[in-house]
């Protein structure tokens, strides 16, 4: 398993856009991926749109990303790459 944190630097959080862009990116590897936001810890699948979004997570949140399955360490880079371009 791979895990690590992340700190949302978009003051609008995950709204619908880039949940939908990260669902779809999760969605290309076999690997499971979690997000649980810290504050409350409160967890979804980065496969689930509607549970990415439940989620609520807002600017200055700190999330932590749980990766594991076959290709886990692409599916970990990959996602981390992607948090840092979109929502950094």
């Known amino acids: 398993m791979k895990e690590f944190e992340f700190l949302i630097g978009d003051p609008l959080g995950i709204h619908a856009r880039p949940a939908g862009q990260l669902v779809k990116l999760v969605q290309e590897f076999e690997s499971e991926a979690t997000m649980t936001l810290m504050r409350n810890g409160k967890s979804a699948s980065l496969k689930r749109l509607?549970?990415?979004?439940?989620?609520?997570?807002?600017?200055?949140?700190?999330?932590?990303?749980?990766?594991?399955?076959?290709?886990?360490?692409?599916?970990?880079?990959?996602?981390?790459?992607?948090?840092?371009?979109?929502?950094?």
Do not use: Q
């Open 50 to 88: 509607l549970a990415v979004m439940g989620l609520g997570a807002k600017g200055g949140d700190r999330v932590r990303i749980e990766v594991s399955g076959k290709d886990e360490e692409a599916a970990a880079r990959g996602i981390e790459r992607w948090l840092a371009e979109h929502l950094g």
